[in-house]
């Protein structure tokens, strides 16, 4: 099993440039979720999805865009980027069948907008 | 809504023990977890506990639950420099979203 992966690992982008941050899973879980950590601000919740076709939003979704026409794949789109959304953006997945619901995440992709 | 808090920054010395607090504001969660992350990589689960339980125990690792207080705890004994990591405290109530704490860098003083 490869995990939770994301790509890229890293982006620069300049103001107004549109981009789609990539996260798949090879683990069927059907709860995907998308974050941004930003330094004193722990990790906030962008947007998730409870299973293919189902998305919604979390605590700072403005800005983004997401879709899940798979059970795998969760692509977070960045509609017209801006400096504020320079971050570190996590992708994660977690399963309901088990008892805990442990999260599983992706190694992070490091976006600078300029 | 759901809010967890933690304080930003602990420094202990190598051998010492680690006591990371957090509280957190929704009475329904069902599960609390601590996730550790070290440098340049993801979050990773360190341990979890179910919200009808005060305490769990796992090797160096003691998480300490007061539902009352809504206050959670995590004491790492015999801290390594290996530990010096951010540690994030979250609740969730089951099946459904995750929220997180601010997270708690801990640095260990060799």
């Known amino acids: 099993n490869a995990g939770v992966t994301q790509t890229p690992k890293f982006q620069v982008l300049k103001t107004g440039q549109s981009m789609t941050l990539q996260c798949a899973q090879d683990m069927n879980h059907e709860y995907m979720s998308w974050y941004r950590q930003d330094p004193g601000m722990g990790l906030r919740l962008i947007h998730y999805s409870v299973g293919a076709g189902i998305t919604d939003q979390g605590e700072v979704p403005n800005g983004y865009n997401v879709s899940r026409s798979t059970t795998e794949d969760f692509p977070l789109r960045l509609l017209s980027a801006a400096p504020s959304q320079t971050s570190v953006y996590f992708c994660a997945s977690k399963g309901t069948g088990d008892s805990y619901n442990e999260q599983f995440f992706g190694p992070g992709t490091r976006l600078t907008v300029l | 809504g759901e809010d967890v808090e933690q304080s930003l920054f602990l420094s202990v010395r190598e051998g010492d023990s680690s006591v990371i607090n957090c509280t957190y504001t929704?009475?329904?969660?069902?599960?609390l977890y601590w996730y550790k992350q070290e440098p340049g990589a993801g979050l990773q689960l360190l341990t979890y506990?179910?919200?009808?339980?005060d305490m769990k125990q796992d090797q160096r690792l003691t998480v300490l639950l007061n539902k009352k207080d809504k206050h959670l705890s995590l004491r790492i004994a015999d801290t390594q420099t290996g530990d010096s990591a951010i540690y994030f405290c979250a609740e969730s109530v089951v099946y459904q979203k995750v929220t997180f704490g601010t997270g708690t860098k801990l640095q260990v003083i060799p």
């Open positions: 506990i179910f919200s009808n339980m």
């Open positions: 929704d009475s329904s969660s069902t599960y």
